[in-house]
């Protein structure tokens, strides 16, 4: 793979590329395995794939000087994560992939059906100099079968049609996250709007109805109206307009899933 800008770590086998990151964070690291043992997802949610089927890597970036953008770490991460896959994909994946707040990647399957083919986990540090840093954690399943999947709701690019080496897509993420962290790091108010833009213009929540569970174990079924300032999915009762007084503005902490209630009802992709 191509190492411009980056200091690479590949490894045969590891129980997280994100642990590994975190034991020695420095900026523009880039840790990579073959194998990961013990993966995780967003609530210590596990994630695992048999060796050499998925993109396992994570990627250690300089946070910028405004912290009011923070927030938004695995948003603009997804999105260019997207930007790799289409890129990789080329006219195939054209209309084919998309986000879901707050961190996860999706691809339409043959059938018409999105199905979540990885996510992403950010992990905030510092280096031993005290500079703020991200370490962004990206999961992709490749070449898994559907009977290697864990859940149904699940896909990989192969299952989703699309015959892709690792290589090619560790290479367009690490290039397209590294394009992006560099913009978000200039931090203009210009720039900065034009990454929140693209990622609302590739989310597929915007416009869903999604159930919201929250951790007190409620499920609150909403439309989905839209991703403020903030990185917070803001949605309205079912039927009501998007400026409704009942509007509400989840950030990640307020809820522990939020489900599309039809994933083969979106509007298309990127």
Sequence with gaps: MSRAGWVVELLDEVDSTNARAMGKPQPWALVAAHLQTSGRGRLTRSWQAPAGSAVTMSMTLPLPADGATWGWAPLFVGDAVRGALVDVLGDKGVGRVGTKWPNDLLVRDPDGTWRKVGGILCQMTRSADGTPLVVAGVGLNVSQEREELPVETATSLRCAGYDIGREAVIEAVAAHVMASAVT???????????????????????????????????VHRRCATGIDDEGRLEAVPLGEQADSPNRMAYSVADIVHARLHRSDDLRTGQ
């Design 184 to 218: 978000w790091g200039r931090a203009s108010g210009h720039e900065v709007a034009a990454l929140r833009k693209r990622m609302r213009d590739h989310c597929l929540t915007i416009g869903a109805d999604v159930d919201i569970h929250t951790p007190d174990g409620a």
